[in-house]
């Protein structure tokens, strides 16, 4: 679609406000207008509204009802308010499954969903594409010069896959586009293995797990397909509201969304990130992974503010314990995803329905109802502290000196691969060990106090120092051709265990790991992989010591110098870490999953070698971390206090503006546990 991005409206730079559902309260029109009250009481500017509420429009087929619509519509616009107004796409009306079952999904094994449930419809049904299509016309043709529209929110959380025959045919058909004929496909797919070539397109089918390079495929093609699903819905709010921008909710390092092709397609990145508190020695680590993913959706806005659409402002109810947020950590949370460039922060939700699976969720407005309650009060000081930075919100992060690529495809091909191990255990990475090594290094550099931009295959890496291309574990010669070339202009390049192993077909390369021409940058060859179990420890020596876990290569040197070597293990002595001198730069290579004082050590002697300059020019203990914003003639700091102990930082020479209590602050600085200052520099 061709289109230009639209800019984001102009009210002081902030959208503060949530998820309301005023669909589930037409029968209380006095809790409607003490929403808009309380609203006004939180400092809230939007909403994001409609996202489930398809049956209130369309309470029979081709028979719409706004009035209630209307009605908030309006009523939010003499509020001064905006409306983040969505698509209903994400549920099915149950006229709608009932009577058109193709839109249902089917499973893996065959069978059709039952009506009910959510995001769960057919990626594929023509059906479903029509009718999203023509609520979506009407909305759009309704409200198209309502002053409370601000933003589309199309869909919801786009996921998962339907294995119907509508999918499986698409499927063929998209097989055919790349491909074109059988035999480039059995040959891309290594078919012959056992006896899997394939002698008509119509043989092909969704599930095969032992063809890896169909699940590759697979998965490409339902984030194609769920892609194309949201074009067509954006189709009519195109023709439409031309000048309206669209965004649609994204699930930071959601598997089945190469959110990068996304990013391209709409005109601001949305997030929704859900941190779960934890109770450990260590809980600084999960703050640092929301700065992860903050930092992800940054690096796909391009530098534009982009929106944290959901959080909760209290537990969640989803989760295996929902424990409430510590005091301090929610401020903590919201001011995380503004330190990485946010300048939208959405709750889910605005207020706790009665009934249904998410009553106990978190919300800004309890059962309770009034604004006694703790959480409302929270969110009610927030909106204010949100309000009074309005400077910072005309700044942005400023570019980081290191890059680090993130993904999908490699995600996607390791994790079709059959031989690496897979991780056990839960947090926002689950078991996927792909995102779980890209974090390590992201943490590490924290630690170091060192920013880092998150970049795509697509990116220009030349303004970058260093490149750190965590388990490229798929590597086109095109790419291994880019990152030679970053080398040759001077800069530094840092791959680790699991890369280019495969190509775009996820066929092994041949002549040794890494492939394409990799190993002769690398200066290596890495002849084995090996998996150890979860306890498993293996020693790291030399100028790096500390322990590998998971996953540790036997490496050879090629040109390469070893600067860690194994210390333990039928290969200790063996190279774990490498340095390559190419051209100007050098390449670097980790040959396994490192516990992170060794990645801590090697990218502060990165950091000391190559100049790399430090977010704060202080020595802040491991879980305190700070960031910027930064405009043309203003700059400012945030200092985050993760870990659940008190720590004095000493500013040295520094002297900062604290916003919260618009005094100085200089020499010692004692941060409480999970607080957080905002100071301008
Ligand atoms: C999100 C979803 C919301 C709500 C929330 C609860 O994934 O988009 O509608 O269900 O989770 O945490």
Redesign the pocket.
């Known amino acids: 679609m061709n289109y230009e991005k639209k800019p984001i409206p102009k009210q002081g730079g902030l959208f503060y406000g949530a998820?309301y559902n005023p669909d589930q309260w037409q029968h209380a029109p006095e809790i409607l207008e003490r929403d808009i009250e309380l609203m006004k009481q939180a400092g809230v500017t939007s909403a994001s509204i409609g996202?489930?509420a398809w049956t209130s429009l369309e309470p029979k087929e081709d028979h719409y009802e706004f009035a209630w619509l209307d009605a908030v519509m309006d009523r939010f616009a003499k509020e001064g308010m905006y409306v983040f107004l969505a698509t209903p796409s994400?549920s099915k009306p149950m006229w709608l499954s009932e009577k058109y079952p193709e839109v249902r999904r089917v499973n893996k094994d065959g069978i059709r969903d039952a009506s009910g449930w959510?995001h769960n419809h057919c990626l594929s049904s023509p059906i479903y594409r029509k009718k999203t299509r023509a609520i979506n016309a009407q909305l759009a043709q309704r409200y198209k010069n309502h002053p409370a529209l601000a933003l589309w929110h199309v869909g919801?959380?786009y996921s998962g896959e339907c294995h119907c025959e509508l999918c499986r045919s698409a499927f063929q058909d998209w097989l055919k586009k790349r491909y074109k004929n059988l035999d480039a496909l059995n040959s891309a797919w290594w078919s012959s293995f056992w006896n899997h070539t394939f002698t008509n397109w119509g043989q092909i089918q969704t599930t095969d797990a032992s063809i890896d390079a169909l699940q590759l495929d697979w998965l490409r093609f339902i984030n194609d397909q769920h892609l194309s699903f949201m074009l067509n819905e954006m189709v009519p709010l195109r023709e439409r509201t031309p000048d309206v921008p669209c965004m649609t909710?994204f699930?930071g390092t959601h598997e089945g969304t190469n959110y990068w092709q996304w990013a391209e397609h709409v005109d601001i990145i949305a997030n929704?990130l859900?941190p779960m508190p934890a109770d450990c020695a260590d809980s600084w680590r999960y703050s640092i992974q929301s700065d992860f993913i903050h930092s992800l959706m940054r690096g796909m806005s391009g530098g534009k503010p982009w929106m944290l659409l959901?959080c909760?402002p209290s537990s969640?109810?989803?989760g295996k314990i929902n424990k409430l947020k510590r005091p301090n950590a929610h401020r903590q949370e919201v001011l995380q995803a503004v330190a990485n460039g946010a300048n939208t922060i959405h709750y889910?939700?605005w207020r706790k329905g009665r009934g249904g699976?998410?009553k106990y969720?978190g919300a800004v407005v309890d059962h309770e109802g009034s604004n006694q309650s703790r959480v409302f009060q929270d969110c009610a000081a927030i909106g204010r502290e949100l309000n009074q930075l309005s400077a910072v919100y005309g700044a942005d992060c400023p570019q980081a000196e290191v890059a680090m690529l993130y993904d999908w495809e490699s995600r996607w091909a390791l994790n079709a691969s059959q031989g690496p191990k897979v991780l056990a255990g839960g947090g926002p990475f689950k078991g996927d060990l792909y995102t779980k090594l890209c974090f390590d290094h992201y943490e590490a550099l924290t630690c170091c106090g060192i920013n880092v931009d998150q970049v795509s295959t697509k990116s220009e890496f030349s303004a970058y120092k260093v490149l750190i291309l965590p388990a490229l574990y798929l590597v086109t010669q095109e790419m291994a051709d880019r990152i030679y070339q970053f080398t040759q202009g001077g800069g530094q390049v840092v791959a680790t265990c699991l890369t280019g192993y495969v190509d775009l077909s996820n066929c092994c390369w041949l002549g040794g790991f890494p492939g394409a021409g990799l190993a002769e940058l690398f200066g290596i060859w890495n002849e084995e992989l090996d998996n150890l179990d979860d306890e498993e420890r293996v020693k790291v020596m030399g100028q790096f010591s500390g322990f590998a876990r998971d996953i540790a290569e036997r490496i050879h040197l090629r040109g390469a110098k070893s600067i860690a070597q194994a210390g333990s293990e039928f290969y200790a002595g063996h190279p774990l870490i490498t340095e390559h001198k190419c051209e100007v730069g050098h390449a670097f290579y980790l040959a396994a999953r490192f516990e992170s004082a060794v990645l801590v050590d090697f990218y502060q002697s990165l950091a000391t070698r190559f100049d790399l300059s430090c977010t704060l020019d202080a020595d802040l203990p491991l879980g305190v971390v700070f960031r910027r914003r930064e405009s043309a003639d203003k700059k400012y700091g945030f200092l985050f206090n993760y870990t659940q102990e008190t720590h004095s930082i000493d500013l040295k020479e520094h002297s900062f503006l604290d916003f919260a209590v618009s005094s100085n602050c200089t020499g010692k600085l004692e941060l409480k546990p999970y607080e957080t200052r905002v100071l301008q520099i």
């Open positions: 998820d996202i489930f994400g959510r919801n959380e909710n699930m929704d859900y959901e909760s969640v109810n989803w889910f939700q699976f998410e969720h």
